[in-house]
């Protein structure tokens, strides 16, 4: 467990976990020309739906890997985010995406039940995330239906 060494706001939370997204958008590299993984502290954990928790930037490199090998592209829609703060370490994001699955593209409401809309819970301490579980469909081309009788109405 690090020590915490320095106050942040609400506000700054925020920009490191908008950082994260932009990167993310980036192919994985910072506003400065580092890589994602330096926004995370070292023993930080991250979940991904159908791949688990990873722990440690090691770990946390391969999750992203994985996933990121499976998108041409992807554009997070920052003008439509929500922001939850809590005044504490932990800031919430929901917000909607688009882009290109190897599987085919995406954005979100089109249709509505296909991915694109998404949530990240951020644990954020001394400018470093320490943890971010991440909720959405990962079928982002909307490919599973089968298992869904609804999606046939």
């Not at 958008?25 to 995370?40: H, M």
């Amino acid at each position: 467990m690090a020590l915490s060494t320095q106050t942040m706001t609400d506000e700054q939370r925020k920009s490191v976990a908008l950082e994260y997204l932009k990167a993310f958008d980036n192919g994985g590299v910072t506003s400065t020309g580092g890589s994602i993984l330096e926004l995370f502290a070292e023993d930080a954990q991250v979940y991904f739906p159908k791949w688990g928790l990873a722990n440690g930037r090691d770990e946390i490199g391969r999750m992203f890997g994985d996933v990121g090998g499976t998108l041409k592209s992807i554009t997070h829609h920052y003008s439509h985010f929500n922001w939850i703060f809590s005044g504490r370490d932990l800031v919430v994001c929901e917000g909607t995406s688009h882009g290109e699955h190897q599987d085919g593209p995406w954005r979100a409401g089109l249709p509505e039940w296909q991915a694109g809309r998404w949530c990240d819970v951020f644990e954020i301490r001394d400018w470093k995330i320490q943890r971010c579980f991440i909720y959405l469909d990962p079928d982002y081309a909307g490919k599973d239906t089968e298992r869904y009788p609804w999606l046939g109405k």
